[in-house]
């Protein structure tokens, strides 16, 4: 054998397994190259490193815990494997009564979106029959008769190449379309298999996301729930004490609740504690931590929250309830809520359960005083209720 045919071919490079330590197999150099053996460890050795780019991409997926961040770490990963000019992710809510989600992304970057979607239930059959990435035209073709018209009319807006379901157990989670690549070129088969193999595992990761969300979340209204939100506010009370902080804890009930169930039902009920959870939602802070008490009562703990903002919080929620729109046939009468708030700082020593208590009976003080109102529990009220306690007077 000559020199030449010793020397390791240049097409295997250092991550190659050291066949060539071997002697028997340098003494069949030149029988092993002609019939083909050295390309075929090169074309599996491309594979692995395929599966190993794909496992890592999987892993820094599941290290994530909210689907926000899920999609985020989606998009890196995609956009690092095959360079599209754009990602946009279709998200349908966690809890019926949510609207979709919208995420857009350029160059790694979040980027408003001008999507207008109500809903991607009618394109769950075409994906059931076509689980992976689809050509864009092949997919409007599809769907641009009919009521589904308006949806792709926003789709071509962004010029998408592609569109990625992301399934589950549960059918449609979401979708995805991809822009054409920044540099033209078309989409590879090796980055259409990766792209719908990574999606198993956003689709995995987003399951184990729901199974996590639906232990700390009251079904009908999807606020958190009272497990939840009992060990945030020992969580919070122990934070106050470590920096000198102050928080606040406020507790809805619902006038008149009862009469609403009696006159119109307990779906008229219902729809009203799911209305009322998303106006709860929408006015609060993004730190906040609302949930469902129980019954008709709702709590949120207000971190960073002093008793005067605590008021401030609680009566613009008060308002916002007084004017909101609860769809429901026949028409139902407005709803009015009432509050009770209580601070707690460094020096309170307060345990979870005495804030609760304070809270609930400034509560149970606006109602007594009316109802459609808000009370901080304070000096003057304790004197109230001490008052009352010791001789059963109403005041």
């Given at each position: ?91 349908k ?12 992304y350029?160059?790694y ?36 008769q ?43 088969i ?48 122990a ?38 959870a ?67 700082e ?22 007594k ?14 004197d ?12």
């Amino acid at each position: 054998m000559t020199n030449d045919r010793k020397k390791k071919p240049t097409h295997l490079d250092d991550d190659t397994i050291d066949i060539f330590s071997h002697q028997k197999i340098m003494e069949n150099y030149a029988f092993l190259q002609e019939i083909g053996v050295f390309d075929f460890v090169h074309s599996l050795e491309g594979e692995i490193k395929k599966f190993k780019r794909l496992l890592t991409s999987a892993l820094d997926i599941f290290a994530h815990t909210s689907v926000d961040e899920i999609i985020d770490a989606t998009v890196w990963q995609i956009s690092d494997y095959s360079l599209p000019s754009a990602i946009v992710f279709i998200w349908k809510p966690l809890h019926n009564r949510d609207e979709i989600s919208i995420k857009s992304y350029k160059n790694y970057q979040l980027v408003p979106s001008n999507l207008e979607v109500k809903s991607i239930d009618h394109f769950e059959p075409f994906f059931q029959k076509y689980p992976r990435p689809v050509n864009y035209d092949l997919f409007s073709f599809e769907f641009c008769q009919g009521e589904h018209s308006e949806t792709l009319k926003s789709f071509d807006n962004i010029n998408p190449e592609l569109v990625i379901p992301i399934m589950g157990p549960s059918g449609l989670y979401g979708l995805v379309l991809m822009g054409n690549k920044i540099r033209g070129e078309e989409y590879s088969i090796a980055e259409l298999s990766f792209i719908q193999h990574l999606m198993s595992f956003v689709s995995l990761a987003i399951q184990n996301n729901l199974h996590y969300e639906r232990t700390l979340r009251d079904v009908k209204t999807g606020l958190y729930n009272n497990g939840f939100f009992l060990t945030r506010l020992g969580e919070e009370i122990a934070r106050t004490k470590r920096n000198g902080s102050k928080a606040s804890v406020i507790i809805i009930d619902i006038d008149f609740f009862k009469k609403v169930n009696d006159t119109f039902g307990h779906l008229a009920g219902d729809r009203v504690l799911e209305t009322l959870a998303i106006t709860i939602k929408q006015t609060i802070r993004t730190d906040d931590i609302p949930s469902r008490f129980g019954g008709e009562e709702f709590t949120v703990l207000l971190p960073d929250t002093d008793k005067h903002s605590a008021f401030v919080t609680a009566e613009r929620l008060r308002d916002i309830v007084s004017k909101m729109k609860v769809t429901w046939e026949p028409p139902l009468p407005p709803i009015t809520i009432s509050i009770g708030i209580c601070t707690f700082e460094k020096d309170s020593n307060l345990s979870t359960d005495e804030i609760i208590q304070r809270a609930d009976e400034a509560m149970y003080w606006s109602k007594k005083r009316g109802r459609n109102r808000s009370t901080a529990w304070g000096i003057g009220l304790l004197d109230k209720i001490e008052r009352k306690r010791s001789t059963g007077a109403d005041d």
